[in-house]
């Protein structure tokens, strides 16, 4: 059974899509995990949502590509808080937009250790609690890069099919337990993202010239609403895109 103020814990709660959604469901009277390497920022902000929004929250160091720091985070934010309930694998980068034969090892190795670890080892660190605690909701982050590949984009879509693939198959696993399954899959997002990908704000400015792109709150919307969804709802999979933007390769532009 639903608990009245379930524990959500959310990772890469320091800006973009993770701030977004700790702000959307600390309005639904979540109690808050908020883990990323920026700790003033998640400490800030939870300590922002608990005065606006009397819930409990609570953030602290998490840097999902190091099994300790997991453990650490896991376990402090279950003596703080109680059994997380709800899991949102939101922490994810890309890092540049180079062809195969120019990608560097540093940046797949980022890439890969965040995007692909860092979801499986939170996950598997999370799931005995919610076994326990008879309801939980796991979210992840995919993207239309889950669904499909684009020049320059090798590594960044692996990942995210990645995680497409772990969600179906947690889906399988754990089927006849309390325990939902969601991927939000979104396409251009105005975020952090793009300064991390190309390395400057000028470069991720033009991505976004002359379009309309999603903000975080709208993706932070789409969980809000599948995790307030009666239990026997499971929504699957959100792909949710800028209304200009039909595919990768085609987004509409006022020039
Ligand atoms: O990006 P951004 P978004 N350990 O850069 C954190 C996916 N997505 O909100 O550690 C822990 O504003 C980082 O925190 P910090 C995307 O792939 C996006 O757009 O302090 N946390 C920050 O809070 C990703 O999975 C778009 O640097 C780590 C957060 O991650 C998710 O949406 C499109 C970490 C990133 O915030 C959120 O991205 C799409 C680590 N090792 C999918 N490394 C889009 N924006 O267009 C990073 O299809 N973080």
Known sequence: M?????VALITGASWGIGEATARALAADGFHLALGARSVERVSSLATELATTHGIQAWGGPLDVRDGDSVQAFLDQATERLGTVHVLVNNAGLARGLDRIEDVRDADWDEMIRTNVEGVLRMTRACLPAMRRAGWGHVFFLGSTASHGVYEGGAVYC??????????????????GLPIRITSVDPGMVETEFSVTRLGSRERADAVYRGMEPLVAADIAECIRWAVGLPDRVNIDQILVKPRDQAAFHRVHRQS
């Not at 639903?2 to 379930?6: C, F, M």
């Not at 692996?158 to 089927?175: D, N, P, S, Y």
């Open 2 to 6: 639903r608990p009245e103020h379930p």
């Open 158 to 175: 692996g990942t995210k099919h990645f995680v497409r693939a772990i969600t179906e198959t947690l889906r399988l696993e754990l089927l």
